[in-house]
């Protein structure tokens, strides 16, 4: 069992957490400042949900590089600890090493964090441990496209290798990075790949893998795992791939074998600290395609914290106070939506003509019941810290007011 709050001897410098704008932040907010930590929430815009929350004592706003004002913000603030969500601001980071005094920076440091922004070198280190990974094609200027794109076979997924080392190009270029898209035949292939011939790079071609998403979290503290949790993707927007909209807790009996292999492959990357190897999970071939690592706080972690398994206090248990050892107890099993993008998805899939009415309908169905079963829990509203929730809505209203007045 966690120790009660009242029991823990934390230090009274505050931790700055940068990125407190998406419930991955809003929920390391909570959950330190849940244990008694002092929390400085961070956002780029007076809309982050972590400003709102009664775990916050203070917040501030800045959207400029953290080079331009974090050092200075460290020594005014007097701050023990620095935590970042984002992997913009990982490896904005990674690249200031020495400049914040006695301050802990909770993160990884370069070489570690490209390992795992890299997929190539990632499925490079999975392989060496026997872990499945997708057939890939890194398409070069020197490759014949055409040649190659009528040799696979189909469907295939399509995702850059390092998102972060192409997003400045693609932004120049004028060009959206997409998180991952999908080709059923070589002519559809070519027509994405053609997009980004003028910049003579290309995104990675992996084999389509079935089955469905799973994710298992590891905090990693000196070559092992002291606190474990895993969950499998329910819905995503969008549909195709995306964000996890709705997921469920999965017990950690269930793929233990497979748990195994993941804090070998974090291990072996000489990883420190919170990451989730996701994989999709074929059940018809108990086939486990590792997909990528998370190297941060990941987008599903309200679901963990639901259940108990709080990785942002077991970071700065083990960072900041130096403690060893297992991190919590048994888990509770439940389910966590993001009740937005959730809804999107459920409007897409209603607006998708292709699908059968009766299919549409079942989903509309899905969406609305999900509100009454007692095991979902949610990625922003709790009725312990509402203030996100009501902040969360009050700026929505304020964005439709002004997108109508205008």
Partial sequence: MLRAIADLAVPDKPVLVLGADSPIGLTVVRELGARGVPVIAHGRSDRALGRFSRFAKDSLVDARPLAAWLPDCAQKYGLGAIMAVSEGHLLEL???????????????????????LDKAKTFAAAKQLGISVPGDWQPTANDDH?????????PVAIKWADPNAVQ????????????????????????????????GRWPLVQTYCPGYGLGQMLHMAEGKASLRFQHRRLREFPPSGGVSSFCASIPLEQHAAQLVQ???????????????????????????????INGRFWGSIPLAWHCGAHFAWETYRCGVLGERGPGAGPVRQRRARYVIPDAKRTVMVLRDG???????????GRFLL????????????SLRDPGPFFGDMAGIVRRLWHRDST
């Fill in 94 to 116: 990674a690249g200031l090493p020495g400049q914040f005094g006695d301050c802990r920076v909770l993160s990884p440091d370069a070489a570690r964090l490209g390992v795992v």
């Fill in 146 to 154: 055409a040649e190659r794109a009528a040799a696979l076979t189909y």
């Fill in 168 to 199: 400045a190009t693609l932004e120049a270029a004028g060009l959206a990075l997409e998180k991952v898209e999908y080709a059923v035949d070589a002519a559809q292939l070519s027509a994405i790949l053609g997009r980004y011939d003028a910049l």
């Fill in 262 to 292: 993941s804090e070998a492959l974090l291990a072996a990357l000489g990883w420190e600290g919170p990451a989730m190897v996701e994989y999709r999970f074929d059940p018809a071939s108990a086939t486990y395609w590792l997909m990528e």
């Fill in 354 to 364: 292709a699908l059968p009415l009766g299919q549409r309908l079942a989903v509309l």
């Fill in 370 to 381: 999900d509100f009454f079963d007692p095991r979902v829990r949610y990625y922003v509203w």
